[in-house]
């Protein structure tokens, strides 16, 4: 059995009420490498996986670490306790969430 993959154009042939919105988040955190692994576990243990995870090592010393990842389907009070969840981890320094919808 083949997957079909949408495009942009057969997205947008769906009714906007079909397509759930994406939680975003933006996670700065000291460079330690448990950070990425622990932020992906509170994913997997809901069953999610992220649609997008891009991570960057930054900083004049390389001692940051940024992370912006986008999740479908999760509405925005879940989207906060996830934050909040993300916010108590050892070496986050800042997390920040955004919703995405379509038009």
């Known amino acids: 059995m083949r997957a079909e993959r949408l495009t942009p154009s057969t997205a947008s042939a769906f009714p906007a009420e ?5 939680a975003c988040f933006s ?11 622990r932020v992906l576990e ?3 243990k809901r069953g999610m996986i992220p649609l997008r ?3 960057d090592l930054g ?4 001692d940051e670490l940024t992370i912006d990842l986008q999740v479908d389907g999760v509405d925005r009070s879940k989207a906060e306790q ?11 320094v800042n997390v920040l ?3 995405k919808s379509y038009a």
């Open 97 to 99: 969430t955004s919703e």
């Open 27 to 37: 996670i700065q955190a000291d460079a330690d490498p448990s950070v990425m692994p």
């Open 42 to 44: 509170l994913f997997a």
């Open 59 to 62: 900083g004049r010393r390389r």
């Open 18 to 22: 079909t397509q759930s919105p994406v």
């Open 53 to 55: 995870w891009h991570a």
């Open 82 to 92: 996830i934050a909040n969840a993300i916010r108590q981890m050892v070496a986050v």
